[in-house]
């Protein structure tokens, strides 16, 4: 079975400086999608970045990028230049490729991150 | 274009009652997903509804089953309430070509159990 780990309940980072998120997984498969979601206290989830097991080339959006480390099963997440509205809890996690297969996704248990004025 | 929308906001329930809870998926959306997000517990797929199909449920009891209709909205339904229901539910809606696996979510329904 898949697992998904993130080791850091809570970070904190000043505005406008740079913070990484950690994640760990656990697959025997090598075809899937790691996925970096972000919840405001608003509730929705909201998808932050997503990375394709067999692309080497580390996923960016704008200030978030993520280092890929398949060998490793890491996946960790630096948001750049943060920004109050960064605020949120951030879940990594894990959805299997295989066709027929579900397409769940399985999440690690979030980290907490707060953006300090 | 309108987002994944669940109602309601909020809801109450005594213990052995039932509950409904109702998702919206995004136009054009044939995938419906349901997690709970429990205290303590995290986020826990429950169901994944395709073409009116269930095609797989987490580990929960069968008091937790659903259904989704012909304009793709869904619906989940949770018997016999028990006090640790209480929990955020989430549903998410893909469009028919899965492969990117994306899944876009809703803002949930609070369910809370008395």
């Known amino acids: 079975a898949q697992t998904v780990t993130q080791s850091q309940p809570e970070m904190s980072v000043q505005e406008a400086e740079t913070v990484t998120l950690s994640c760990t997984y656990d697959?025997?498969?090598?075809?899937?999608?790691l996925f970096w979601y972000k919840q405001p206290p608003s509730r929705q989830m909201i998808l932050v970045i997503r990375?394709?097991?067999?692309?080497?080339q580390n996923a960016t959006e704008n200030r978030f990028s993520v280092n890929f480390q398949k060998a490793a099963k890491s996946f960790s997440l630096k948001i750049s230049d943060s920004q109050l509205g960064d605020a949120a809890m951030y879940f990594c996690?894990?959805?299997?490729?295989?066709?027929?297969?579900?397409?769940?996704?399985?999440f690690g248990t979030g980290t907490l991150l707060a953006v300090q004025p | 274009e309108a987002g994944v929308t669940q109602s309601p906001t909020h809801l109450i329930k005594t213990r052995g009652q039932q509950a409904t809870l109702r998702c919206s998926p995004i136009?054009?959306?044939?995938?419906v997903y349901w997690y709970q997000q429990a205290l303590g517990l995290g986020l826990q797929f429950l169901l994944w509804?395709?073409?009116?199909?269930?095609?797989n449920r987490g580990n929960f009891p069968p008091r937790f089953s659903g259904r989704q209709f012909p304009n793709y909205s869904s619906e989940l339904n949770v018997n016999a309430l028990e006090l640790e229901d209480s929990a955020l539910y989430l549903c998410?809606?893909?469009?028919?070509?899965?492969?990117?696996?994306?899944?876009?979510f809703g803002a949930g329904t609070r369910l809370s159990v008395l």
């Open positions: 998410a809606s893909s469009p028919a070509d899965r492969v990117k696996n994306i899944q876009y």
């Open positions: 509804y395709d073409e009116g199909e269930e095609r």
């Open positions: 996690a894990y959805s299997s490729n295989y066709g027929g297969a579900t397409n769940k996704l399985i």
């Open positions: 136009s054009g959306h044939t995938s």
């Open positions: 697959t025997s498969e090598s075809d899937y999608y």
């Open positions: 990375q394709e097991a067999y692309k080497q």
